[in-house]
């Protein structure tokens, strides 16, 4: 959106008719949808490329961005991180935020962008790995009407549902939401919410779904040639 916004104002500078695009700015400016996003977004100033990391709860979306980072050079946003940093920073917002995720739902969109943009916006790089998100549609709408971007691929690490609790159980990072009760509810929000984002980037053709199963090393040999693919 804000891609658009900017691209309307140097339109604006560089036409004769600019009563009628004044008139439009204006009335942009004044509807409810578009007031809060007049402004410069920085991002638009980038050339971004931005990949979704999707996969059920201990997938190992985490484990193999740390690869690609090392590798290829990304930056590696975890929304589920970000949201744990907001917890520790004793924000306003920090004891909704752990019940949410003590109960495995999913924290409002709003929250989770915000944070995300904000990394981004600090980022000297415009190579992203957004990690854990978008768990719904309504994330996924958010994301594209905050920042103004679609991601140019999404990678779905596809595993079985007894290997990611078997792994979760034995994460031992002192997470409240590394017990068995929090697991089966991630688990029935990942199968009714995370899953239809998931067909809505095949659909697309952005969808790269790999194999999560066997060593970090092996499933990182199925990740490489996503990204060799795609040297930005
Ligand atoms: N291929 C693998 N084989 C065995 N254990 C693994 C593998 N990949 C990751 N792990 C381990 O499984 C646990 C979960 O991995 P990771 O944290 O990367 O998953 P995640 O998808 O980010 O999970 P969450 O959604 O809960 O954050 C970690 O302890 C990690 O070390
Ligand atoms: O976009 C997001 C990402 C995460 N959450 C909440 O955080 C936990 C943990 O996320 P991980 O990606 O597994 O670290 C998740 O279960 C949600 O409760 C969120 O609400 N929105
Ligand atoms: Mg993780």
Partial sequence: MWRRVAS???????????????????????CKLFSSEVKENPLTLKDL???????????????????????????????????????????EYGSMILNTIKDGKIVPSEMTVRLIQKEMELSNNHKFLIDGFPRNEENRIAFETIIGADPDIVLFFNCPEEEMVKRVLNRNQGRVDDNIETIKKRLKVFKASNLLVVDYYSDKGKLFEIDATGTEEEIFERVRPVFAAFQV
């Fill in 8 to 30: 309307l104002s140097a339109l604006i500078s560089s036409t004769s008719n600019r009563c009628f695009l004044d008139q439009v700015a204006y009335r942009m400016s004044t």
């Fill in 49 to 91: 490329f931005i990949t979704f990391v999707l996969g059920g709860p201990g997938s190992g979306k985490g484990t193999q961005c740390a690869k690609i980072v090392e590798t290829f050079g990304y930056v590696h946003l975890s929304a589920g991180e970000l949201l744990r940093r907001e917890i520790a920073s004793n924000s």
